[in-house]
C-alpha cells in the first residue's frame, strides 16, 4: 500500500495570504495525484489531478505542482470560501490511498 | 448534470450484514469505473472498493476484503456494496463516487453519503 503523508495538520492562514500543503507518498506515483477540497458537511470536490491540473470550473488561484513522491497544492490569494480540509490521493494503483487531509483555518 | 445518490444506510448490529446503493444519473454510467469511499466520524477519507465499467476490474482496501462485495447493474445505472460481517470500525459516511473512463482516474463527483452504525 502507497501511504500518503500530509503537512501540516493544521495551517493558519489569514484571508488575502498564499497558503502552501505538501502531501508526500511513500513510493513513487508519478503525476497520478489529485486534491480535494471537503467544508464541513459536505462531500469531497475534486480541485487538481494528474498532479497539475485544475479540474472544470476551479478557480485559477488553485495550483497544483509535483511528481513522483513530492507534491503541493498552493492557494496564491485566499478567499474566505477556500477555509476547509484539503486531501491529496494517489491513483497510481488500484488501491488508492488519500492523505490524512490538512485543515486550512482562518489566521 | 451528475448525480449520485446514496442509500441503504442505517444501524447494524455487529457481525450483521448491509447493503447500501448509489442511484447514478446525468452520465453514461456504464462508460466509467465506480467506487465506494467512506469516512469515518472526525476522519479522513478512506477509499473502500472500486469496479470498473464491465465489471472486468475489482478491487478493495485490505480493511474490508473478504467482507465486503462491491458490485453494479449497467441497466439500472446503480452500484451496490455488501457489507457482511460488520465491525464498529466499519462505521461511518458511505460515498459513492465516479471515477474515469481508463482504470487509475480521481473521482470526478461525488454523492452525498449514506451513513452507516455498527453498534450493539
Known amino acids: 500500500e502507497i501511504v500518503m503523508t500530509q503537512s501540516p495538520v493544521t495551517l493558519s492562514v489569514s484571508p488575502g495570504e498564499r497558503a502552501t500543503l505538501s502531501c508526500r507518498a511513500s513510493?513513487?506515483?508519478?503525476?497520478?495525484l489529485a486534491w480535494y477540497q471537503q467544508k464541513p458537511g459536505q462531500a469531497p470536490r475534486l480541485l487538481i489531478y494528474d498532479a497539475s491540473t485544475r479540474a472544470t470550473g476551479i478557480p485559477a488561484r488553485f495550483s497544483g505542482s509535483g511528481s513522483g513522491t513530492e507534491f503541493t497544492l498552493t492557494i496564491s490569494s485566499l478567499q474566505s470560501e477556500d477555509f476547509a480540509v484539503y486531501y491529496c490521493q494517489q491513483y497510481n494503483n488500484w488501491l488508492y490511498t488519500f492523505g490524512q487531509g490538512t485543515k486550512l483555518e482562518i489566521k | 448534470e451528475v448525480q449520485l445518490v446514496e442509500s441503504g444506510g442505517g444501524l447494524v448490529q455487529p457481525g450483521r450484514s448491509l447493503r447500501v446503493s448509489c442511484a447514478a444519473s446525468?452520465?453514461?454510467?456504464?462508460?466509467?469505473?465506480m467506487h465506494w469511499v467512506r469516512q469515518g466520524p472526525g476522519k479522513g477519507l478512506e477509499w473502500v472498493s472500486g469496479i470498473s465499467w464491465n465489471n472486468g476490474h475489482i478491487a478493495y482496501a485490505d480493511s474490508v476484503k473478504g467482507r465486503f462485495t462491491i458490485s453494479r447493474d449497467n441497466a439500472k445505472n446503480s452500484l451496490y456494496l455488501q457489507m457482511n460481517s460488520l465491525r464498529g470500525e466499519d462505521t461511518g459516511l458511505y460515498y459513492c463516487?465516479?471515477?474515469?473512463?481508463?482504470?487509475?482516474?480521481?473521482?470526478?463527483?461525488w454523492g452525498q453519503g449514506t451513513p452507516v452504525t455498527v453498534s450493539s
Open positions: 463516487a465516479k471515477g474515469g473512463t481508463g482504470l487509475l482516474r480521481p473521482f470526478d463527483y
Open positions: 513510493q513513487s506515483v508519478r503525476s497520478n
Open positions: 446525468g452520465f453514461t454510467f456504464d462508460d466509467y469505473a
